[in-house]
Structures are given as structure tokens and as C-alpha cells.
């Protein structure tokens, strides 16, 4: 079997990483589920019959590599389009081209075609004129036309693994003394390289080659912290605000603050801040959760939401990190309600699918001259009462507990306090969605 690095010689312009790139897919590291033996994918290489296949996944991992093998193993000739060189005419004349050898086509970041392209690409799949292997970062539910998406198979490909990483970095290095560049890394610089570069193969290999060039030639690259420090604050931050990446992190780190972690919670909104994610977008997460997942449990964690998004307004980072992660840990620490978002929530699904409740005569509006002679009379003012409470109906037509559930639990909470409050003063056991044990 061939090695990963038997590759063309170092020319000097070539990049380590594509200098790298597979023969095989015995070569790849990592991806195992998707091209190991016995995989869905590998039957088809065999069998010849490659069909349409879509690479999804974030930078770095692969996909331009295994499409490459893939062609090499096939023994077709490899056609790669993009859409910032090729267009519709540049399609046709690959299809021809295939009508008379075996052609496998490439569409590298294939969610940037137009409609029409994606279309021009389906219509060889489905002739059968070439196989076709499309990369993207994007969700190809969300950026590919339905038509292309049902008649592909989707293949996602996963960030590499710490081991792999170093894998990675490793055979990186052998490569190097192969061309005669020895790079002395400690085993602990290793491991950092290689996590540092969050699952991104390319992105380990490019912070390798910054250590080894320019150096005395003939002698050992020793690799200090301070080395890879600055490679890594020259190396763009792996953060797609726009991509799946982004949407991910994201639900990590609300659903953190909603499982009440706070480790998890400052991880998650650390990985944002790093990325420069902009600290207002987060504030504006944080609102949202400060109503939905604490909501009347503790009423001051809307008001540490609102406080934060306008001190991010007016300091920003590094400083408005520190904010966001009081109001981030306000919310993961206080005690949980989600009563306010299910109440509204079966409101409005039963304001659409119902029809609608006419005002009860004594709600309606009383404040002009005639409005008695129209009946609306008949409404006691909850505070001529010494209770504060009047019993009368509000909205008939909607059951008791319809919408709102309280869900005090055990903890003194707001929630808790004002179900005691209540109960006490109308009789009346508030609807819960936990009973006290």
C-alpha cells in the first residue's frame, strides 16, 4: 500500500498539505465510518458504480482528498469545477468529454453553484453520463436544491479526533525529514498542535510548515512555545459565523445554560468569544433564555440579560466577555421555569386553529358615553377588594390551565412564591405541570 506522503517532491510552492494529499483511501486518516472497509461507499468503488455523492462537512477534512482517491481508484479521469471558475458551458463540455471516457466530476464548495448549475450537474447523474462527487461546508438541506439532494447520497464528515490529529501532525513531520527538514517537536507541542487545530487536518499541517520554514538549512528546527504561540495568532480562527459550525456551538451553548452547567456553559461561550463572534448576538441569546428556560422561576435574570446586551453595546471585547459571562452563568445557575414559552406557545397554536372567543360584556370597553346601554357593565375592580382578587371569568371559552402550567418546584422561586400567594387567596389549587413530591 502506498503511504499518505509518496507524493510529488517538494518544489518549494506546493503547500505540506497538498503535497500530502491521499493516493488512496487506505491513506485517509480518520473517517472511518464513512470510507472504512465494508462502508456503503467502498461497495460502490467496488461494484464501479459510484453514483452521486455529497461530502458535507467543516474545512480541513478531507473532502477534495477523498474525492481525488476515490477517482484515482476508480480509473476515471477526475474533473474538478468550481463556481468561482467554471459555469454552464464549462459542465456541458465535461459531459461530453464523458460520453466518450469514463469521467468522474468534482464540484469542490458545490453550494456556491447557481440553481441552474446544480441543475446542469443533476441531469449527468441522472443519464448517468459521469459519477459526481460534490463537497460543501454548508448543510446540503439547507444550500443544494431539493432535487440534487434527493437523488445524492449524503455522506457527513466529522472533525478528526486528538489521536488522529496527532496521526496527522506525525506523518507531517516524517515527511519533512523525508526532505531533509528535521523538526524537533515535544511530545506535549504535538498534542497541543494537534488540538489546538480543532479537527482540521490542513489547518496542522499549515501551522507545521510555518515552524519549519525559514530556518539555518542543514540544521534541526527546535520548536519552542513561544513558536507555536505565534504560529497559531498568525492561523485565521476556524469560526464560520454563517455555517453549521456556528448554529452548533450555539445550541451548545444555550442548551448548556438550560441544562444548568455552568462549566459547560463558559466552554461553550468561550469557543464564541474566541471564534469573534459578535457579543451582541450572544447578548440577545442570553435574553431569549433568560425568559424561556428561567423565565418566572427568577424574574432578575431578564433584567441581568438586558443589562448585559446594552454593556456590550458600550464597552465590547476583550471587557464585554466578562459581562456576557455573568448574565451566561445568571441563567445556567438560576432555577428553571419554561412556564412563560409553553403558555404563549399553546396560545397562539390555539388562537390560529380556533375560532375566536368573543370578549365577555363585562371585559369590554366601558370608558365612553352609551357603553352602559350597550352592556358593558358589570366588571369588579380587583383592588376594591381586599384580597386584591375578584372572582370573575376573564375568558370563558378557555379552560383552566389551558396555557399556563406553573413549574414551581421544590426551590423558594418567584414561581413557587406566587403559586402559594394565589392558592391561598382564590382557593383555588394553581394548574402545575410538577406536583410536589
Known amino acids: 500500500m502506498s503511504d499518505l506522503f509518496d507524493a510529488a517532491p517538494r518544489t518549494g510552492s506546493m503547500p505540506l498539505a497538498a503535497e500530502l494529499r491521499p493516493a488512496t483511501l487506505d491513506d485517509v486518516i480518520g473517517q472511518e465510518k464513512i470510507i472504512g472497509p465494508g462502508t456503503m461507499l467502498r461497495r460502490r468503488i467496488a461494484a464501479g458504480r459510484l453514483g452521486s455523492i455529497i461530502l458535507y462537512g467543516p474545512p480541513g477534512l478531507g473532502k477534495t482528498s477523498i474525492a481525488r482517491a476515490i477517482g484515482t481508484m476508480l480509473g476515471k479521469n477526475f474533473r474538478p469545477l468550481h463556481a468561482a471558475h467554471n459555469n454552464v458551458a464549462d459542465i456541458r463540455k465535461i459531459a461530453d468529454e464523458a460520453r466518450m471516457r469514463p469521467t468522474l466530476l468534482f464540484a469542490d464548495e458545490v453550494h456556491r453553484f447557481s440553481a441552474t448549475q446544480q441543475d446542469h450537474l443533476l441531469a449527468l447523474c441522472e443519464e448517468g453520463v459521469a459519477d459526481f462527487i460534490g463537497a460543501t461546508t454548508g448543510n446540503p438541506y439547507h444550500t443544494l436544491t431539493p432535487a440534487l439532494i434527493s437523488r445524492s447520497t449524503i455522506l457527513k464528515l466529522e472533525p478528526l479526533s486528538i489521536e488522529e490529529m496527532e496521526e496527522v501532525v506525525r506523518r507531517g513531520l516524517a515527511h519533512l525529514t523525508n526532505q531533509g527538514i528535521e523538526v524537533q517537536l515535544e511530545p506535549e507541542q504535538l498534542r497541543r498542535i494537534a488540538g489546538r487545530s480543532g479537527g482540521d487536518a490542513r489547518r496542522a499541517l499549515t501551522v507545521l510548515e510555518s515552524l519549519a520554514v525559514g530556518h539555518a538549512p542543514g540544521e534541526p528546527v527546535v520548536v519552542t512555545e513561544a513558536m507555536?504561540?505565534?504560529?497559531?495568532?498568525?492561523?485565521?480562527?476556524?469560526?464560520?459565523?454563517?455555517?453549521?459550525?456556528?448554529?452548533?456551538?450555539?445550541?451548545?451553548?444555550?442548551?448548556?445554560?438550560?441544562?444548568?452547567?455552568?462549566?459547560?456553559?463558559?466552554?461553550?461561550?468561550?469557543?464564541?468569544?474566541?471564534?469573534?463572534?459578535?457579543?451582541?448576538?450572544?447578548?440577545?441569546?442570553?435574553?431569549?433564555?433568560?425568559?424561556?428556560?428561567?423565565?418566572?422561576?427568577?424574574?432578575?435574570?431578564?433584567?441581568?440579560?438586558?443589562?448585559?446586551?446594552?454593556?456590550?453595546?458600550?464597552?465590547?471585547?476583550?471587557?464585554?466577555?466578562?459581562?456576557?459571562?455573568?448574565?451566561?452563568?445568571?441563567?445556567?445557575?438560576?432555577?428553571?421555569?419554561?412556564?412563560?414559552?409553553?403558555?404563549?406557545?399553546?396560545?397562539?397554536?390555539?388562537?390560529?386553529?380556533?375560532?375566536?372567543?368573543?370578549?365577555?360584556?363585562?371585559?369590554?370597553?366601558?370608558?365612553?358615553?352609551?357603553?352602559?346601554?350597550?352592556?358593558?357593565?358589570?366588571?369588579?375592580?380587583?383592588?376594591?377588594?381586599?384580597?386584591?382578587?375578584?372572582?370573575?371569568?376573564?375568558?370563558?371559552?378557555?379552560?383552566?390551565?389551558?396555557?399556563?402550567?406553573?413549574?414551581?418546584?421544590?426551590?423558594?422561586?418567584?414561581?413557587?412564591?406566587?403559586?402559594?400567594?394565589?392558592?391561598?387567596?382564590?382557593?383555588?389549587?394553581?394548574?402545575?405541570?410538577?406536583?410536589?413530591?
Open 228 to 437: 507555536v504561540e505565534e504560529a497559531y495568532a498568525a492561523a485565521p480562527v476556524n469560526h464560520d459565523r454563517m455555517g453549521d459550525a456556528h448554529y452548533d456551538v450555539v445550541s451548545a451553548f444555550v442548551k448548556s445554560m438550560r441544562g444548568s452547567d455552568p462549566d459547560a456553559t463558559l466552554y461553550w461561550l468561550a469557543r464564541l468569544v474566541h471564534g469573534g463572534e459578535d457579543p451582541r448576538y450572544i447578548a440577545r441569546r442570553i435574553m431569549i433564555h433568560a425568559s424561556e428556560d428561567v423565565g418566572l422561576a427568577d424574574n432578575t435574570a431578564l433584567q441581568t440579560a438586558v443589562a448585559a446586551l446594552h454593556a456590550v453595546e458600550k464597552i465590547g471585547y476583550p471587557e464585554a466577555q466578562i459581562v456576557l459571562a455573568h448574565a451566561a452563568l445568571h441563567v445556567a445557575r438560576a432555577p428553571k421555569s419554561n412556564s412563560a414559552c409553553r403558555g404563549i406557545s399553546l396560545a397562539l397554536a390555539h388562537v390560529a386553529a380556533e375560532p375566536p372567543s368573543a370578549v365577555p360584556m363585562h371585559l369590554r370597553d366601558a370608558h365612553y358615553k352609551g357603553a352602559a346601554a350597550l352592556g358593558h357593565v358589570g366588571y369588579a375592580f380587583p383592588h376594591d377588594d381586599t384580597r386584591g382578587w375578584s372572582e370573575q371569568a376573564y375568558a370563558p371559552d378557555v379552560p383552566r390551565g389551558a396555557f399556563y402550567q406553573s413549574d414551581a418546584r421544590d426551590a423558594a422561586t418567584f414561581e413557587r412564591r406566587a403559586d402559594e400567594h394565589w392558592d391561598e387567596v382564590t382557593g383555588r389549587s394553581t394548574p402545575r405541570r410538577f406536583r410536589k413530591r
